[in-house]
């Protein structure tokens, strides 16, 4: 991302082309995963820290 403001999960640009694009390496324990399955991404925590909110519906664009 060219700027440092937060995105609140919300795409700025880049768009995946293909399943392949969903999928990343885990810096603490090398394996693959799929970032769309909230699941696996949980696994790969590894005892971190997440912060989690309760909120209805997707978040609001900033303008
Ligand atoms: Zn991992």
């Known amino acids: 991302m060219s700027d440092d403001k ?5 795409p700025t640009g880049w768009e995946p082309k293909a399943d392949i694009d ?15 399955k909230l699941d ?6 590894h005892g971190g820290k997440i912060e989690m909110i309760e909120t209805f519906g997707p ?3 900033r303008q």
């Open 6 to 10: 937060p995105s609140d999960g919300i």
């Open 22 to 36: 969903h999928l990343t390496i885990c810096s603490t324990c090398g394996k693959g995963y799929d970032m769309r």
């Open 40 to 45: 696996e991404v949980l696994k790969h925590v």
């Open 59 to 61: 978040p609001t664009r």
